[in-house]
């Protein structure tokens, strides 16, 4: 399993930044009730992991999709098999603003009825790339990147699990990128050069 799958968030208290946005969907959690919501902010910054934990939280099915390559048969599928049930579906649309006029026009009366939860990621803002219906029917969330002190951290997790040692010029070289999925990534492989330590030398092997 990928350093990234072995050290996703599991429950709200793991995940790293995006304090605010924590406590109102820790209320959300504690009253049960869950909007239509658009995160949007830069890549690595957790959007895709939050929406996960949201879905546990919430104990709902969670569905994800791509907005390059959404079909909205499969949404229709979907929603039929939750015709009768008193649970509705979590449908996660990453990189939504990738829809189309015509499919985001489709998701406005599923919102509406609440037959699905709708949460949306992008990368970009939404108030120039989405829908006023699509935004209207839900709260927008900006996720900001993450800080030298939360990639420490995630960094020191992943110390402590896989038993490395580390250059203090390597560590500095990882905590520039304010991207957790990218840090975790060059981990991984930089770990496969030499798995006892990493240095700044062989991280720029693999990303100069």
């Given at each position: 399993m990928s350093l990234a799958l072995t050290f996703r968030p599991k429950n709200f208290d793991d995940?790293?930044?995006?304090?605010?946005?924590?406590?109102?969907?820790?209320?959300?959690?504690?009253?049960?009730?869950?909007?239509h919501s658009i995160f949007f902010g830069t890549a690595g910054s957790g959007k895709t992991t939050f929406a996960r934990v949201v879905a546990k939280e919430f104990g709902l099915d969670f569905y994800e999709f791509d907005g390059g390559n959404?079909?909205?048969?499969?949404?229709?599928?979907?929603?039929?098999?939750y015709k009768n049930s008193l649970y509705k579906p979590l449908i996660f649309i990453d990189e939504i603003h990738r829809l189309s006029k015509t499919q985001q026009e489709m998701l406005?009366?599923?919102?509406?009825?609440?037959?699905?939860?709708?949460?949306?990621a992008s990368t970009e803002n939404p108030y120039f790339v989405l829908s006023s219906g699509i935004r209207s029917r839900s709260m927008l969330f900006e996720f900001k990147s993450l800080g030298v002190k939360e990639l420490e951290t995630l960094l020191l997790r992943v110390q402590e699990k896989m038993?490395?040692?580390?250059?203090?010029?390597?560590?500095?070289f990882l905590l520039k990128s304010a991207d957790a999925r990218a840090m975790l990534n060059l981990l991984e492989f930089v770990l496969v050069l030499d798995e006892k330590h990493i240095s700044l030398e062989n991280l720029k092997k693999l990303r100069n």
């Open positions: 995940i790293l930044g995006q304090y605010e946005l924590i406590e109102i969907f820790k209320k959300f959690t504690a009253l049960q009730k869950l909007p959404f079909k909205l048969e499969e949404l229709r599928k979907i929603l039929d098999n406005l009366i599923p919102m509406e009825n609440y037959r699905l939860i709708l949460i949306g038993k490395f040692s580390i250059d203090k010029e390597a560590k500095d």
